[in-house]
């Protein structure tokens, strides 16, 4: 094939390899750390699908993507419908609360696009729960490998979340259905085609669209490679590759990069975190010392004079909303998510309708609460978990409590207790789930590896 | 809203507010010109729909969207089916043969998500043909001012035909559904968030399903504005915005320029580009010269001793196959399609089945073909249309025949005849329809606008 110079499957060759010959040994060995992601994303799912804009998400997906009784659940409506357009408006759902979990090395949220897209394929096909792990598993190692691969991606404004998610989500539905090398590549080449999704939509309907939309893109990519549709076989590198296209790189594919027999999953180390807020993650190390404050020294709000926050660069970026106007924009805002903290000692996800954000109570904290970029952060190599969060509460009786931390709550190294977890899961599906319902989907999800078909799970999802 | 910094809606305004409110008396006034390139689009469609991609693309489609019994025809299928699936199998029917029409202001093919997608959203709301001439000019008019904007978007490895497409298209879709400016402006954001495609696809399969998942996410788009999804209303220009992340441009919107009154509609000046031959569009200008040629001087394949073709640089990119080994990879071979030219004296889609590469004669004749690139147009601020063309056919009687031309049959400057539209159009629809359904539906198409409900076309169409 003359004038054809780019190279040949380098990266993406290696990368469909490696997802389709990992061994079940090994992804199903880290069995516990799968459950764990999937049972708090599927909170998160089922809460988020009490949600407006995911309601209208499915109404224009029943429409355009032929209507109700097809093969998979969509979450929490009582219905069936195409793998579309569940995909689609399970992923919005999973997303809309942003309340999913985050991953250190996407610099965004895995689950909400692997576990909607993989959950459709496996309805689709009556997969077993050890499937969904597997599959699980392999989704999350190739965002990480991408995410790694592209550290500049989401700096520039790329939603990560999804252009990487659809890839990764992509090479756990080919999983699912077996693909060979050949196969996973073809997905791997159609998703990187479908690969979009902007840091531009941070608080409004579409961020959740998004993932959404990727979740959707991710399972079509794993059947059309499956029907025998072919992509260039290398996408990943090369002068119009990803990794040029979406985040400046100049790669050979030597940055993309696989545990070999020994090294542990991405989902082992560094692991994924959890968020016990259902807030944007910039506000979580501070929200940590705020509680902790309160609760230890039995603060009240009345006593507050002030609370000045100091934060990274990057993590007042994202804080957007110094004065929310709605629930959607309150969980980018570090007045409201601090007042909130004090005057409630915990963060709930009624804290965040609509309705409750003009509370007098927490607008009158508001106004005492202040947020600065920590000084020399605009302009480091360092991530923002290697620069300090400062929390300084000052009291009317003159008394003074201060806070510095590095570390964050619900990261594998400092994971949620129970309790906590516990807690999330109930806050997220009490509007949507009776009491035996919940009992039920917890019992299953401790057991998936023993469901011989996927639907025991998801018809009570429905 | 503090700490948004992100200008609000200068370009994406001024875009949707066009969109929404150019008269249809304007739009109208183009009626000859839209019905040529709606009837150009159908017969590529036509055609591509027997192609073996688009059938796979369809089968997903129905696996995936809903199955058959939709309110959408699926062409060439008997079937009617979901939107999406009918938006997203016919653009991949539309573009599968290379042989729709491209548009300079766009650098590339403009009608492929246009059409499906528009002929989607009417069906699906028993629009008039009226509404879909209007829509369609909206959406060239669309393509023509985000290709201004972004002149080296193509360049760098996008596949414009699919990332601006979506947008183009999902605003002709909301043109349809009749959105004002704010509903207008919140499509266009969502499309923005689905803009994805590479030109690394071109030669693969994947290349025809880029344009249909654009024309289906344009249908999507328009369809979740209306329900009321909302995005950033500022998604062209600012630091993440679509000019930045595409194009590498630091647009302050100014680019964005839409006709005032008085001044042309693009689907006027420049006007669109019809393909009398399928295949790459690089190839065009040395076709139109050996063919000639070879009428006026009667020259036979056996005379021939070498032809020799130089064109400029852009060209030589995209004809990355000397020698093909099926018909995919033949549209983008100057030595396949310059000998196809002269032993058949014309060039037929029957050229570019995979069983006719083979051909003993077609491959004897190919090795005496060379393509070389124009000195200098390799760093060059020239357009390819202001750079020549040279062909030389030499005869093993020594006698030589030398062709420089810098024009391209099918420019609007330039039409094709009536006679080889008609060509064209029974060469693409001959394996589909009945002679008796072609005349049909050209009857229809020359009196589109006389359409009360659109399904009158569409339904010949299946």
Redesign the interface.
């Given at each position: 094939?003359?004038?054809?110079t780019?190279p040949h499957g380098a990266a993406t060759r290696r990368m469909a390899e490696w997802a389709a010959t990992v061994s079940r040994e090994r992804t199903l060995s880290t069995r516990t750390h799968a459950q764990k992601g999937i049972k708090d994303l599927l909170g998160c799912m089922i809460g988020g699908s009490a949600e407006t804009?995911p309601k209208?998400?499915a109404?224009?997906a029943l429409?355009?993507?032929?209507?109700s009784g097809?093969p998979c659940t969509l979450v929490g409506s009582g219905q069936r419908?195409?793998?579309?357009?569940a995909a689609f408006a399970n992923g919005a759902s999973a997303h809309i609360l942003d309340f999913d979990d985050s991953f250190r090395p996407l610099t965004g949220h895995p689950s909400c696009t692997i576990v909607p897209a993989i959950l459709a394929v496996a309805e689709e096909q009556h997969a077993s729960g050890d499937d969904v792990i597997d599959a699980y598993v392999v989704g999350v190692e190739i965002s990480a490998a991408m995410g790694r691969a592209a550290p500049k991606h989401h700096d520039?404004?790329?939603h990560g979340t999804?252009t990487v998610g659809v890839v990764a989500a992509a090479v756990a539905c080919a999983r699912v259905l077996r693909l060979d090398t050949d196969g996973v590549a073809n997905a791997i080449?159609?998703a990187?085609?479908?690969?979009?999704?902007?840091?531009?939509?941070i608080?409004?309907?579409?961020k959740c669209?998004?993932p959404g939309?990727a979740a959707r893109?991710a399972?079509?990519a794993a059947?059309?490679a499956k029907?025998?549709?072919?992509?260039?076989p290398?996408?990943l590198v090369?002068?119009?590759?990803w990794s040029?296209?979406y985040a400046g790189v100049d790669s050979d594919g030597s940055e993309y990069v696989f545990p070999g027999p020994g090294e542990p999953l991405a989902i082992v180390d560094p692991g994924i975190t959890y968020k016990p807020y259902p807030t944007c993650g910039s506000t979580h190390r501070t929200l940590n010392a705020v509680l902790e404050m309160c609760h230890r020294h039995n603060i009240r709000a009345d006593d507050v004079e002030r609370i000045e926050t100091v934060i990274p660069f990057l993590n007042?970026q994202n804080?957007?909303?110094?004065?929310p106007v709605n629930g959607m924009?309150a969980r980018f805002s570090m007045p409201y998510t601090c007042a909130v903290a004090v005057l409630c000692r915990q963060i709930r996800l009624s804290d965040f309708e609509d309705a409750a954000i003009a509370r007098p109570d927490v607008q009158a904290l508001m106004e005492r609460v202040s947020m600065r970029t920590l000084p020399g952060s605009e302009h480091t190599d360092k991530t923002y978990l290697e620069m300090p969060c400062y929390t300084k509460i000052s009291l009317r009786s003159g008394r003074v409590y201060e806070d510095e931390r590095y570390d964050r709550r619900g990261e594998s190294t400092q994971p949620l207790t129970t309790e906590e977890e516990r807690f999330k899961f109930e806050d997220c599906t009490r509007s949507v789930l009776t009491e035996s319902q919940r009992k039920q989907i917890l019992a299953l999800l401790e057991n998936l590896g023993s469901v011989t078909d996927v639907a025991a799970l998801t018809e009570l999802l429905r």
């Open positions: 094939m003359s004038g054809d780019l804009v209208r998400v109404q224009v429409l355009l993507f032929g209507g097809g419908v195409s793998a579309a357009a520039v404004g790329w999804a080449s159609v990187v085609s479908a690969s979009s999704g902007s840091r531009m939509q608080g409004y309907d579409v669209v998004q939309a893109d399972v079509l059947y059309l029907a025998g549709i072919r992509g260039n290398e996408v090369g002068p119009w590759g040029k296209l007042t804080l957007r909303y110094d004065r924009q």
